[in-house]
T-cell receptor
Framework: EPEVTQTPSHQVTQMGQEVILRCVPI?????FYWYRQILGQKVEFLVS????????KSEIFDDQFSVERPDGSNFTLKIRSTKLEDSAMYFC?????????????FGPGTRLLVL | QKEVEQNSGPLSVPEGAIASLNCTYS??????FFWYRQYSGKSPELIMS????GDKEDGRFTAQLNKASQYVSLLIRDSQPSDSATYLC???????????FGGGTRVLVKP
């Protein structure tokens, strides 16, 4: 059973369009992460979100990106105006454990293709 | 210098042999270390975590950590064709922080 589910599994969009990627936790977690992986490249951190606030964000996470938890359960990543280079797999991750023993488990991902 | 470095491979091993994967990291403040397995087109799947120097064994997998040398390794014993995947090394500097990944080592287990 997955730790989190993500929807959609695949999304194709036109450049300049807005996309919303969703992460649905199986249980009630406070700490979430978004990562992305461009085809053939390494997994990169985007943003961490704790208790309804951004905890840390990377240089990749510019003004085109936003995260929120609109209804207290779903956790969304929005890209306002997609670019070709946004094409990637986007992974949501949740944590388990505490302190130095904290471990992150990844959802199945959303494959985004920007045309 | 890359934060987390891995040999990209492919590492080709015969079925039943031991696969040995290596990873080095640059930040001495790193506290937690992980190995993820990633099949093509799939998400990273956690296979091992290690937090203190020494060895940690879980089934056919053994992780080794040497903080003085900033080195973490993964051994896969009795390699199976289903172990063919990309293995990602990742580190966390402190609790609650992001995972920083290496580029991964592709492993091919040949029957």
């Amino acid at each position: 059973e997955p730790e989190v589910t993500q929807t959609p599994s695949h999304q194709v969009t036109q450049m300049g369009q807005e996309v919303i990627l969703r992460c649905v936790p199986i249980s009630n977690h406070l700490y979430f992460y978004w990562y992305r992986q461009i085809l053939g490249q390494k997994v990169e951190f985007l943003v961490s979100f704790y208790n309804n606030e951004i905890s840390e964000k990377s240089e990749i996470f510019d003004d085109q990106f936003s995260v929120e938890r609109p209804d207290g359960s779903n956790f969304t990543l929005k890209i306002r105006s997609t670019k070709l280079e946004d094409s990637a797999m986007y992974f949501c991750a949740r944590t388990t454990g505490q302190g130095a023993m904290e471990t992150q488990y990844f959802g199945p991902g959303t494959r985004l293709l920007v045309l | 210098q890359k934060e987390v470095e891995q040999n990209s491979g492919p590492l080709s091993v015969p079925e039943g042999a031991i696969a040995s994967l290596n990873c080095t990291y640059s930040d001495r403040g790193s506290q937690s270390f992980f190995w993820y397995r990633q099949y093509s087109g799939k998400s990273p799947e956690l296979i091992m975590s290690i937090y203190s120097n020494g060895d940690k064994e879980d089934g056919r997998f053994t992780a080794q950590l040497n903080k003085a040398s900033q080195y973490v390794s993964l051994l896969i014993r009795d390699s199976q064709p289903s172990d063919s995947a990309t293995y990602l090394c990742a580190v966390i500097k402190a609790a609650g922080n992001k995972l920083t990944f290496g580029g991964g080592t592709r492993v091919l287990v040949k029957p």
